[in-house]
């Protein structure tokens, strides 16, 4: 079952009340959102304009932000690449044979690599390349394409890249999880805001926010989950226009309630579904910039015509956790 709209995110806004006090630029210590009061069902809902009758809303307390004011690897909340098994060796990650592995997902058909400043590819000695750039409280996490001279040593790839996940270092349960950006475009471009279950299985899988490269604005929120009984994958969510995210600054978020996930651009609900079986675990969150899919519609296989380097700008990355003082949030427990 898949359902996909596209919601022109201008319209949303214009009918929908601006409930959310806080300015969107910050991630406050204390933050109030406004949420549905009607039970999502199954399928993915678009929300449009909400009447006072149908909203409430919910106060949570800042457990994570970023706003990277220094470079992502100083603080020690991320790790540049896929995390692995307790079996898998430390060195690893960092070079040899076979340490692509945790640095793209060729099940994709990626055509990229992770990497970053330790990062060895195929050899023993770091190659010193850096994804990561810091520039007056922005974190880019830039593509470009592979150096001639390395192609070999990093397995024939044709971008180096970069991602961040917090895995070992943050994970919760419920909550909310944001972040700002703005959405790079070009063919084969693919910038994602994500999350998987802290235990390692997959799905479920929460896409709170991804950018189709080849379609400038048409960005996707979406949950995965799987079907005990049948083993099958399931997946739906919605495609939103976003005029100019390529330019400007958005905030987009994901709030997770025992009952329902909620998606919000610019702290304003947008689609929901009630939470499907296997959200049992916490979830961490990871951030990167991709290149090439062939399964993704909209960002297409790099060619001639891709740029030689793209950037995903991003502002702040922020989690809270549901205040269980609130007296309406007795069913977050």
């Given amino acids: 079952m898949t359902i996909r709209f596209l919601v022109t995110i201008g319209l949303v806004a214009a009918l929908t009340p601006a409930l959310a006090a806080e300015d969107p630029r910050d991630a406050p210590l204390e933050l109030t959102l406004p949420v549905t009061t009607d039970p999502a069902m199954i399928q993915c809902r678009q929300i ?7 909203l409430s809303f919910l106060p949570m307390r800042r457990t994570f932000n970023d706003d990277f004011d220094q470079h992502p690897l100083a603080s020690g909340r991320w790790v540049p690449h896929y995390a692995g098994g307790a079996a898998w060796p430390e060195a690893r990650y960092w070079g040899g044979a076979g340490s692509d592995f945790k640095r793209k997902t060729s099940a994709n058909g990626e055509q990229q690599i992770y990497v970053d400043p330790r990062y060895a590819g195929r050899g023993a000695t770091p190659l010193g390349l850096d994804p990561f750039q810091v520039r007056d409280g922005v974190l880019s996490i830039v593509a470009r394409r592979t150096p001639a001279e390395l192609r070999d040593v990093l397995f024939d790839n044709e971008y180096i890249s970069g991602i961040l ?17 703005r959405i790079p475009v070009g063919t ?31 960005l996707v929120m979406t949950t995965h989950w799987r079907i005990p009984a049948t083993g099958k994958i399931e997946h ?13 600054f958005h905030n987009y ?8 996930l909620i998606y919000f651009i610019d702290r304003k609900p947008v689609s929901d579904i009630k939470v499907p079986i296997g959200f049992d ?10 290149m090439g ?12 015509g891709s740029p030689a380097s793209v950037a995903f700008e991003i502002d702040r990355i922020s989690a809270y956790q549901i205040d269980m003082n609130f007296a309406g949030a007795s069913n977050a427990q």
């Avoid at 895995?167 to 700002?180: A, C, L, M, T």
């Avoid at 910038?191 to 896409?207: I, K, R, S």
């Avoid at 899919?293 to 001639?304: H, I, T």
Wanted: hydrophobic letters at 40%; proline letters at 7%.
């Fill in 48 to 54: 449009g304009a909400q009447d006072a009758t149908s």
């Fill in 281 to 290: 675990d916490p979830m961490y969150m990871i951030v990167n910039l991709a």
């Fill in 253 to 260: 978020g994901v709030l997770w309630e025992p009952d329902r």
């Fill in 236 to 248: 739906c969510g919605f495609d939103f226009a976003v005029p100019g995210a390529d330019a400007d």
């Fill in 165 to 181: 996940t917090t895995q070992g270092s943050f994970s919760q349960k419920y909550g909310y999880f944001e972040i700002r950006a």
């Fill in 188 to 218: 084969g471009v693919w910038p994602a805001f994500w999350m998987l279950a802290d235990d390692g299985g997959w799905p479920p899988e929460v896409d709170v926010i991804e950018g189709r490269g080849q379609r400038p604005g048409d």
């Fill in 293 to 304: 899919s062939k399964f993704f519609v909209g960002v297409g296989f790099v060619d001639a």
